[in-house]
């Protein structure tokens, strides 16, 4: 059986990069980027060209579409080019080059503002003392309540998903992924609750990668094995079989 082609979009970003590095070998890897990648076969093109970006996804079975806007003062013109455009334009090109599964980057802000609540905001302040025994966790099902335009325009990729997996017949993962950071570990209370670690997103997105052909469409949070998680992720351990192999708590000073 010859190796699945896998495309990545942003491979020069930091999880970009990650993941890049953690399937290098496994995969036939090419990457769609607005700036050469070393060593990596490279399409340049803005993904909010379509016709510009179409020729990256031929011959290619699986698409991990990292590639936004991620910055917090981001205008609403770039949100819109970049994250909903862009991710609208990954997918039409997707679908036209016969592509068989989609790996989204969403993202937790598509649910981040329940931290105005308690008691989630005691969680993410680090008032440990203040969290009820029994924590309610939000899971793939619970509403949505985004963080800014970046959250918006995130929960936005997700229903391009929705619609894309239902009309097309293409798989669609989502993953609301968590706070991976350069240093590869928390560097601020709020962390403590929603960390991922690097080799944890990169085993999450070989995950689904490889998961059953019967996975049309489905959302999975991304974080690791934090005790202060308000995030579920044993929906993702039964349909994909992710464990976390790192914990924020390890960090602990």
């Not at 496994?26 to 070393?38: D, I, T």
């Not at 991620?70 to 770039?78: D, H, K, L, P, Y």
């Not at 995950?207 to 993702?236: L, M, Q, T």
Request: glycine letters at 8%.
């Amino acid at each position: 059986m010859r190796p699945k082609k896998v495309l990545i979009t942003g491979m020069s970003g930091l999880i970009g990069g990650i993941v890049g590095d953690h399937l290098e070998g496994k995969f036939v890897l090419s990457a769609l980027n607005r700036r050469p990648v070393p060593e990596v076969e490279c399409h340049q093109a803005d993904i909010a060209d379509l016709d510009a970006i179409q020729p990256a996804f031929e011959g290619v079975d699986v698409v991990v579409h990292l590639a936004a806007m991620s910055r917090g003062n981001a205008t609403w013109e770039e949100v819109l080019n970049h994250n909903i455009i862009g991710t609208y334009n990954v997918f039409e090109a997707s679908r036209r080059a016969g592509v068989k599964r989609i790996i989204y980057a969403s993202s937790g802000a598509t649910v981040s503002n329940w931290e105005r609540e308690f008691p989630y905001n005691a969680l993410t302040e680090g008032r440990y003392d203040a969290v009820p025994d029994t924590l309610p966790t939000l899971t793939h099902e619970s509403p949505t309540r985004p963080s800014g335009l970046y959250g918006c325009s995130k929960i936005c990729g997700e229903a391009f998903a929705r619609h894309f997996a239902d009309t097309y017949g293409i798989s669609i993962i989502c993953l609301r992924i968590g706070a991976v950071t350069r240093e590869n570990r928390p560097t601020q209370p709020r962390h403590f609750s929603i960390w991922c670690s690097q080799r944890d997103i990169a085993q999450m997105v070989e995950k689904c990668i490889e998961a059953p052909e019967g996975v049309r469409f489905d959302i999975f949070f991304a974080v690791s094995n934090n005790k202060w998680s308000y995030r579920d992720i044993s929906h993702a351990r039964e349909v994909v079989g992710f464990e976390p192999q790192d914990a924020a708590e390890t960090y602990r000073e």
